[in-house]
């Protein structure tokens, strides 16, 4: 095991345990192990040039998700609500016509709450599922070997992120009853 290795289980097991938290820095991560992956995929670069291109990866991947999350999740959330309208409208045999427009609408802005909403969960998922690969991947499993080891960091990620989100709100709450009940 060499010192990327140790790397990659410190950077995996951040990313399992606390990805939510650590959004930007998970995004940065993700990306720069994803430039560091398609890199060695497709060129054969020597260390530092790789190193360079994983950062620029890395960075780039941050301020892409600055810039557009917020407004990413909502529109790929109203899209969806609205499509699955479309979708749903025409299997039971109902035509768009005049008024049609109406509940397309009403179905991508419930589209767009929800996926507004779920953000948290979306991100626990991915953050577990990364940074699960990149401890397995690390060990040196190939993935048909360490999907158990993959599954159990999996569900160890969702859970401690789910109850660490929880237990945020519940903070979030009972702090706001508080702040609310004094003058």
Avoid at 150 to 160: K, Q, R
Wanted: proline share 2%; glycine share 16%.
């Amino acid at each position: 095991m060499n010192n990327t290795d140790i790397l990659s289980i410190l950077v995996g097991s951040a990313l399992i345990l606390a990805g939510r938290k650590l959004f930007w820095l998970a995004v940065g991560l993700i990306g720069f192990f994803g430039g560091m992956y398609l890199t060695r995929l497709f060129l054969d670069p020597g260390t530092h040039m790789l190193l360079f291109i994983a950062i620029g990866v890395g960075v780039l991947s941050v301020f892409l998700a600055i810039a557009v999350q917020k407004i990413a999740v909502g529109m790929a959330g109203f899209i969806a609500g609205g499509y699955g309208m479309i979708l749903i409208l025409k299997h039971l045999g109902f035509h768009l016509g005049n008024g049609g427009w109406v509940l397309v609408l009403v179905a991508g802005i419930a589209g767009l709450i929800v996926a507004v909403r779920i953000i948290e969960w979306a991100l626990i998922v991915l953050s577990a599922l990364s940074g699960s690969y990149i401890v397995v991947t690390a060990l040196g499993y190939e993935p048909s070997k360490g999907i158990l080891i993959f599954l159990a960091l999996c569900i160890i990620g969702f859970v401690i992120q789910g109850r660490g989100m929880r237990k945020a709100k519940s903070e979030g709450r009972s702090s706001g009853k508080q702040q609310n009940a004094s003058p």
